[in-house]
């Protein structure tokens, strides 16, 4: 089956700087890419995807890459802001679509103010 | 809409004992889904149903069992609690289209001691 590996498990930035989480997935027949954001105690919550027939998306501060070849996508999140801290899921799915995901083992992002 | 609820919050059980929890979603979608969350292992997929009378297996599911009389509840048995099995449960909904949301719900915390 799939298999997500996700880094870094914790990421510490400055308030307003950049930050990057990677995932890299074994299957080559993925075609969807969600990203979602858990904030404590409650469920995850989509904050992005992409489709394998795109190679970047963005949503205002919010973007993520997808590279097929070498089977990894990346979250990037610009001018990061104290509520930004949560941890971050990656996930990947041969269905094109949110059915039947296989995640990553999250990233905690704490922004420093 | 209410999107998606669970009951209960937070459960304790001991080894051998049975429970359900509850799902049930408000916005007509048949697609549901019951994850598991460890830490550092991400979400993994125990069953989900493509709709009323339809369940399947995902990636985790012995020791659980599941059914979907209806298009609105989705509950989870745990046939005879293990402390293998203590962890936070999320139920997930999204529609028939590929494009449609993954909504989660707040989770259950469950230990079994």
């Known amino acids: 089956g799939e298999n997500v590996e996700q880094h870094p498990s914790t990421l510490s930035v400055q308030e307003g700087d950049s930050a990057v989480i990677k995932c890299t997935y074994s299957d080559s027949a993925s075609n969807y890419f969600p990203w979602y954001k858990q904030e404590l105690g409650k469920g995850p919550q989509l904050i992005i995807d992409i489709r394998s027939n795109v190679g970047e998306k963005k949503d205002q501060r919010i973007a993520v890459t997808l590279n097929k070849t070498a089977k990894h996508f990346s979250l990037h999140i610009t001018e990061t802001q104290p509520e930004d801290s949560a941890v971050y899921f990656c996930a990947a799915s041969l269905s094109g679509s949110a059915r039947q995901l296989t995640f990553g083992s999250g990233t905690q992002l704490t922004v420093l103010p | 809409n209410a999107g998606v609820t669970q009951t209960p919050k937070f459960q304790v059980l001991k080894t051998g004992q049975s429970m359900t929890l509850q799902c049930a979603q408000d916005m007509n979608h048949e697609y549901m889904s019951w994850y598991r969350q460890d830490p550092g292992m991400g979400l993994r997929l125990i069953h989900y149903?493509?709709?009323?009378?339809?369940?399947d297996q995902g990636e985790v599911p012995n020791g659980y069992n599941v059914s979907r009389s209806t298009t609105e509840d989705f509950p989870l048995r745990l046939l005879s609690a293990a402390p293998s099995q203590t962890s936070v449960y999320f139920c997930a909904s999204t529609g028939i289209f590929e494009s449609n949301e993954q909504f989660f719900g707040p989770g259950t915390r469950l230990t079994v001691l």
């Open positions: 149903s493509v709709g009323a009378g339809i369940t």
